[in-house]
């Protein structure tokens, strides 16, 4: 449902045919229906994810699939109680929007690994047959050629094909790696018209394919007490096709028609991930990492505003998260933590006789927001929560119940082989001495990496804040925030 506390300057404006049909030319819808290929990191450590050992954190460090003691399945969708976004343009009032309960789509998304062995483990991160979806959104207030408009916009997603996986492997007690592989290949056909509908003012075709490989290390310095983690994208390809038809361009511009935009990018070591976690327990902790993008020099981005392809105003990206865990009780932990997220695009600025001007914040990014597929930035976020496992601790053998067992094998093999009693006496002593000493060891590292199976259940409250404002030299000028109230939900089943 769609709530807006004012129109822009208290009318519809429509978007005029050309325009649409020039957007559509530029290649901008074909990216806004793609949604990420994997599970997202834990809501209730607030995403750290590069030494915290579970099935989602796997997805964004796979070295961390090596280093799980278990199967397991585990999910973090998050429930907003509140998310408004607000935007102001020169030219109007402010405009409030709803952005729905859900969040994050992607945070419904589960993830599993599977341990194969103790020190291997992999998981499926996507795997998907052709599927036909359809998405509509509207009254999207944009700014087209220094124009405010409003428009609707109905697509046809087709998904031709989706693979990912991970694996992970454990090479000893302080070092583990993994790799993650996925693959996406998406057709897009989008009709777009003026807002409360009407015959399409244009209709376009675009194919996009992606392809990402990430890379992991985890080290344990101190076992079960300090783990530095690190991942980083060593291979990654995007490329679009895109493709439109339109009588009405035809007869404004004497043309046929139709228009055609290829664009690809390629990354390499262009992001990481990095952090570590500080274990006083396996339920007491406290973990942080940094997410750090690189900036493209020769990324390239079709401006709405001055409808022409510009350079991006790009910077480095530097996210900061912290996260903790204190047990109160068997079954019951306390847990929280806070973000920091920076953004990547710049103000911008407008063209000017010989000078491009570079691409910044502007219509394209307020319509990734509105589907719910990218958050205004920069922002800061906190949560507070509360874990309850419900796990059934794997039966062991008593310390007394082994070495009786183990007298009994010895006494056999002895009255075999024969054998004098000073010899049996001296063996038996060896043999004690040898089995407390293995049975001690065994027994810290059952008791260090517990296998206990069952639930674990979390949840909690969190507030993210984020507000961005642009002034006249911009390319858009213009006020945005976004405020959300959410709930934090994790559901884990250790096998």
Known sequence: MEIWTRKIANKKP????????????????????????????????????????????AQQNPALAGAMDQTEVMAGPSISIQNNFLVRYPDSGTIEKSLGIMGDLTSFIPAFIYKVSPRLGIGITEIA?????????????????????????NA?????????????????????????????????????VPEGGGEALAKQHADQTTTTVIAGVLLEPIPNRLSIGLSTKIFGTNTSATSVESAFVA??????????STTSATGTFSEFVAGGAFHLSPRRFIAADVDYKAA????KEFSMVDFKEKPVDGYARLNF?????????????????????????????????????????ASTDVIQIYTGQASLAPAQSFMGGMKLYFLNEAKKESKKEELEAKG??????????GGDKANDKSNDKSNDKSNDKSNDKSNDK????????????????????????????GELPGAYQQTRIYIPIEITRRF
């Open 296 to 299: 493209d020099p020769t990324a």
């Open 408 to 417: 009994k094998s010895r006494q056999r093999n002895l009255d075999k082989s």
């Open 156 to 192: 046809d997603v087709t998904l031709r094909g989706a693979l990912g996986g991970v694996v992970g492997y454990r090479l000893s007690d302080y070092l583990s790696l993994g790799a993650k592989f996925n693959y996406r290949s998406v057709m897009i056909d989008a009709d777009v």
């Open 251 to 260: 007869q404004q511009n004497s043309s046929d028609g139709t228009g055609k």
């Open 321 to 361: 998260r912290m996260a903790g865990e204190w047990a109160v009780s068997r079954t019951a932990s306390m847990v929280g933590g806070f973000a920091i997220e920076n953004s990547s695009k710049g103000a911008g600025s407008r063209s000017s006789g010989d000078d491009p001007g570079k691409a910044g914040f």
């Open 129 to 153: 047959p052709p599927l036909k979806l359809n998405q509509k959104i509207t009254g999207v207030p944009i700014v087209l050629l220094h124009s405010t408009q409003q428009i609707d916009i």
């Open 446 to 473: 059952s008791n260090d990496r517990s296998r206990a199976t069952g639930w674990i259940v979390g949840f909690g409250i969190g507030y993210r804040n984020a507000s961005l404002g642009i002034d006249d030299n």
């Open 14 to 57: 429509k978007a005029s045919r050309s325009q649409a049909c020039d957007w559509l030319l530029s290649g901008a819808v074909a990216f806004l229906f793609l949604m990420p290929c994997n599970a997202l990191a834990g809501p209730l450590t607030m995403g750290v994810s590069s030494a915290l050992p579970d099935a989602q954190n």
